[in-house]
């Protein structure tokens, strides 16, 4: 069944094969996108080309969340080669590892900064500039993670930023949704990717989701996927501003 036939999804984090990005590039793939993926700089691009090339993606683009002057690029981009678009998929944080090591209050005014910005304000920058060239009954939706609405160990600075990247797409879905565009975010459990081997006790958490969540088993890549294919697809056309939770129930659980 090809739920995303005729649409163009352009994605942002895939670094690698164990990515989430990179789960959710393939589930497009089988349901019909066209996709297109970014990369932050020429060191990570010879990781994401062969990616690339693999998903068939129509173009590769340099995209640092940082550089002011990539989101105008990237738009100019995006408008040579497919000239609107359906799907955005933000894949995107950053935090230092001494601020994740360190105790939260010792988080360095920089290193908050940098969290933020790579992790939140992205979003936010990517909707400014994107927003006139994707389609009505468009869908965005960013990776979140539960550290946002609880105090997990170990995540600390990342946390927060979270918790203002799930704030973000609330104000986003109800100024979007003007133009018929959602905004959604997925929080997904605890996945081994390239960002989350940041986060100290990693394999304690892994255990503890296949003891206490009612599935009792930890999530994949092709789980996020198959969320990721729903949000971007009409079956959800009535959904936005929402964190729809992909964790094998774990959330729901108490202490």
């Avoid at 979003?123 to 550290?147: D, F, Q, R, W």
Wanted: with cysteine; glycine share 8%.
């Amino acid at each position: 069944m090809s739920l995303l036939k005729g649409k163009k999804a352009l994605i942002l984090g895939v670094a690698n094969d164990m990515s989430i990005a990179w789960g959710i590039t393939k589930a497009f793939k089988e349901h019909g996108a066209s996709v297109a993926l970014t990369y932050l700089n020429e060191g990570l691009k010879k990781r994401v080309e062969p990616l690339a090339n693999e998903a068939g993606a129509d173009f590769l683009c340099e995209m640092d969340a940082t550089n002011d002057a990539h989101y105008e690029a990237l738009k100019k981009t995006v408008q040579e080669k497919w000239g609107t678009f359906d799907i955005l998929v933000h894949s995107l944080a950053f935090a230092d590892r001494n601020d994740l090591k360190a105790d939260f209050s010792d988080t360095s005014r920089a290193g908050f900064k940098m969290a933020c910005d790579v992790s939140a304000f992205s979003l936010v920058g990517l909707c400014h500039h994107l927003k006139n060239i994707m389609n009505p009954e468009s869908s965005v939706m960013a990776m979140t993670y539960h550290g946002s609405q609880q105090v997990l160990p170990g995540y600390n600075v990342m946390g927060v930023a979270k918790a203002a990247l799930e704030a973000s797409s609330r104000y986003l879905a109800e100024d979007l949704g003007r133009k018929q565009i959602r905004v959604n975010c997925i929080s997904a459990g605890p996945i081994r990717t390239l960002a989350s081997s940041a986060v100290p006790g990693l394999r304690e958490v892994f255990k503890m989701v296949e003891e206490k969540a009612p599935l009792h088993r930890n999530v994949s890549q092709d789980d996020v996927g198959g969320m990721a294919v729903y949000l971007a697809s009409d079956l959800s056309r009535g959904v936005t501003g929402q964190i729809l939770y992909v964790d094998s129930g774990l959330a729901i659980m108490g202490a």
